[in-house]
């Protein structure tokens, strides 16, 4: 018998840590001397009051679904995929190459050839790391933090050495050519009268996490393959007995995630930057890990919690804009958003077990 | 004569920068023997840096300093601790979300106490571990071959590093020669046997978690008030993960931990002093030399020279029999 209802774990479970870690963060902002209130006004001005905010708030959105869905679905094969952020480099890598060294006519076909080379790289950066934990038990965790380590330094040569352009001291590749410009939500949704999300990096790679988000949620409940990995994910050994193969599925789990990291690249390199500079990722790779804890390793949880991390980060933004707190505060709630959805689930969970035991004792 | 002269720097330049590291490999060498995977390293060490040099620029003095820094990495061991022992959560998950917490909390507090960007002010004098001369350096530099040694190897690096090279045969003697360290061992490869012998699975594993705190606190502290003169933002710069990859390489012993740390130090040494090296028409890139620490750990682990088996009950949660 279970526990809990599933509506307990799935919603309740996440809120309480959510308004735990929120109540530690109002008591770190009273802590250096700044008022709580005031912040939070501040934030949802600054990332949900106007257009301009949203196309900010849309556009972290979109990075963090990404990671998110990566690191949810090796969550699925109860695999830990901390690489996040080193195959989003990859991504990076592919997008540009796909985007420099050929002559794409339209921005359509040029964004589906980068995505591809997007996800071919962050996939190919999450290969070696699945195959040495498939086939030599090395354990996952450390591997994909040394190819973080890794990447960056082969982000690092490639964009020094060999991207570089000639007489450019900046190490960051050329600019990509007009044809390849995605567009954005101020050329999609704007009017000739009313200029909305003016200057904001939102584009159209918002509606392709969407889709990801879409596809991911088909693919680990309506497909076979989905049912291999999760049930490999509840328990290896009674999914040896039904047949499956642990090395395949390890494999396969890592490369669809290391692809959906790699993936963000159209979002961040293709759609914003338009040419790849080092630390292009800034750090999204790793909320995707608080993305992925607190929706739970469920597509809508993802696309939810990749919402409040966007609005987060913009709100972080304003904050450091206006105020003196420092948007490393971001970094504190997204670090208590961990503890308490992760590491700390017990916490939450035992006593809310017992109290629904207690509930449901009393009317015999 | 001039080309044993700058390997006597890069010698002692290895020395400097693979004590952070050999500290942080032995606090997690004496985690993780006791089953408790941490790869909160850097982030305690991240923490240690910044109070042990926020204290010792207050106060003006490099032990309170090094005190503070002591307690605030045992703060997060202890968080550690409860989530991992007591809670039985993830221990890896716990570990991201403690560096995060490091990274996040060190830059806010600077901000809010010193106005400076998320660093402290520059340390000096009684505010810093000064060198330690050994008696007749001075003297004996003069003397070929023994004396560069002798006065620039050995002598004029702070207490904290032969603090942490004496620690290696402690923690030896430690881990093989006591009672403690039989258990600590023991209750990583089986608790439950541990636990039929009457011995408490949690305490040692607080008690293990403890000391990992400390050393790492130690280790900030070095990073901050010796090596540099004040925090700033990020200082640790992956040193914890290299640790980590350090305590790997070293298959979790104390010796070979020191001989990874060293190994590791030279390559850092090597990439700051020399950036690209020339090998007659090949050029190594200073990239290569960042990525080499961690591209060796992957080799090990891969089990391809010598496989890295981790303690076996690393990363479990130990549940009682009721």
Redesign the interface.
Known sequence: MEKMPKWADVVLIPIISLVLATILSALVILAIGENPVEAVNLMVTGALGSTYGWGYTLYYATNFMFTGLAVAVAFHARLFNIGGEGQAMLGGLGVAMVCLYIPWPHWSIALIAAGLGAAVFGAAWAAIPAYLQAKRGSHIVITTIMFNFIAAAFLNYMLVNVMRPQGSQDPATARFPEAVHLPTFQSMFSTAENVMFRGAPANISFFVAIIACLVVWALIWRTRLGYEIRAYGHSETGAVYAGISPVRITIIAMLISGGLAGLMAINNVMGEAERLVLNSTEGAGFIGIAVALMGRSHPFGVFLAALLFGFLYQGGAELALWTSIPRELIVVIQALVILFTGALDNMVRMPLEKLFLALRKEPQ | MDSFVTLIQVLDSTVRLATPLLLACLAGLYSERAGIFD?GLEGKMLISAFFSAAVAAVTGSVWLGLLAGIASSLVLSA?HG???IT????????G??????A???T???A??WF?QG?RTPSLFGQGRFEPINFPFAEALSEVPFIGPIYSELLSGHSILVYIAFLMVPATWWILYRTRFGLRLRAVGENPAAVDTAGVSVVGLRFAAVAICGVLCGIAGAYLATALQAGFVKEMTA?RG?IA??AL?FAKWRPWHAMWACLLFGLLQAIALRFQNIDLGGIVI?V??M??LP??L??VI???FVGKAV?PRAGGEPYVKER
């Open positions: 790869i968080l409860v989530a991992s809670f039985r959560g993830n221990q890896l998950i716990s991201v979300a403690i560096n995060f917490l990274s996040g909390l830059v806010l507090i901000q809010s106005q998320g992956g993960f980590l990859a790997i890139p990239q290569v960042d990525a961690y591209i750990t992957v682990l891969a089990g981790p």
